[in-house]
């Protein structure tokens, strides 16, 4: 017998609500950037949770929620989990100004990380796509494994979940007009999995 191991939980699926808030979470993350006077905004220079702004508050919270119902699944044991999460930070790629593209990278530090599309952008545009790498790692290099990554096509109120071990590269976007995300890192110290 044969048994399959290492399943990655992925998770992309609409925050309920999302068409109510995203133009004014746009407009706080392009003021943002235009403050701080960066083609991209730096996730050290800025808490996007400490926004005094109602749609900040929704966003934190529907994240929360897509959070705790993602661990869940996963058979943590969620009424142990404190309500906690990290440092929140606004993304914004554009062709021509600042960023197009994120290098490959993981999120070591956390348990798993979130990504919220506040605006697509040029949603036609098929640049641009999250590309999440299979985790064994060697095993991007087999034959054996012909989809050695997933990509991720943004789409505006959107919420990806994943593993903070997952590898992933943002592809170039070619878009004129901003994409913007907002992410975070999610650590919860006192996460069991149930046996
Ligand atoms: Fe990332």
């Not at 746009?26 to 960066?38: F, L, P, T, W, Y």
């Not at 999120?107 to 798993?112: G, Q, R």
């Not at 949603?123 to 054996?144: I, Q, V, W, Y």
């Not at 592809?171 to 004129?176: K, S």
Request: with cysteine; charged share 20%; proline share 5%.
């Amino acid at each position: 017998m044969i048994e399959h191991r290492w399943a990655t939980p992925i998770s992309y699926q609409p925050v309920a609500g999302w068409a109510d808030h995203v133009l004014d979470l746009k407009a706080a993350i392009m003021a943002e950037r235009a403050r701080s006077e960066q083609g991209n905004l730096d996730g050290n220079s800025h808490n996007v949770w400490d926004w005094p702004h109602p749609s900040v508050t929704w966003l934190r919270e529907g994240m929360s929620e897509a959070a705790r119902l993602y661990l869940g699944e996963r058979g943590a044991a969620i009424d142990s989990i404190p309500s906690y999460w990290g440092r929140a930070w606004g993304n914004v790629l554009q062709s021509g100004r600042g960023f197009s593209y994120h290098s490959l990278h993981a999120h070591h530090e956390a348990d798993f990380f979130a990504v919220f599309y506040v605006d697509a952008g040029e949603a036609e545009e098929a640049s641009g796509a999250l590309a999440l790498m299979d985790p064994r790692f060697l095993n991007n290099t087999h034959l054996m494994n012909r989809e050695n990554r997933v990509l991720i096509q943004p789409r505006t109120g959107w919420l990806l979940l994943a593993p903070g071990y997952v590898w992933h590269e943002v592809l170039h976007y070619h878009g004129q007009q901003p994409r913007i995300s907002i992410a975070c890192n999610y650590q919860y110290s006192l996460l069991r999995i149930k046996d």
